[in-house]
């Protein structure tokens, strides 16, 4: 079984900062990618960001430029870095991984529990 587990989410100010982290354990083979996801009320799920084993990185058009998102393989976990933070950013943020638990199996879609990000004066 695996499991992702997060943290860092909280409130901030507008022009603030957080960092997200997300460490995923268990049985783990390999991690093909890892990313952030969010979900505003009434919005539907989007993507925020992903990360590859190998480091190629993908962004939505409204963070650009504020978040980074970055990977520990070693550790097994990925970080989001959200600068210049925005109301419109308060959500709350999931971590998904694509991982292969053994050789022998195809990848497998993982989602943490999710963390709350606001972004209020």
């Known amino acids: 079984q695996v499991q992702l587990v997060e943290s860092g989410g909280g409130l901030v100010q507008p022009g603030g900062s957080l960092r997200l982290s997300c460490a995923a354990s268990g049985k783990i083979f390999s991690i093909y990618a890892m990313g952030w996801y969010r979900q505003a009320p009434g919005k539907q799920r989007e993507l925020v960001t992903t990360?590859?084993?190998?480091?190629?990185?993908n962004y939505a058009d409204s963070v650009k430029g504020r978040f980074t998102i970055s990977r520990d393989n070693a550790k097994n976990t990925v970080y989001l870095q959200m600068n210049s933070l925005k109301p419109e950013d308060t959500a709350v943020y999931y971590c998904n991984a694509r991982i292969q638990s053994d050789l022998f199996k195809g990848l497998v879609d993982y989602w943490g529990q999710g963390t709350q990000v606001t972004v209020s004066s």
């Open positions: 990360i590859t084993s190998g480091g190629s990185t």
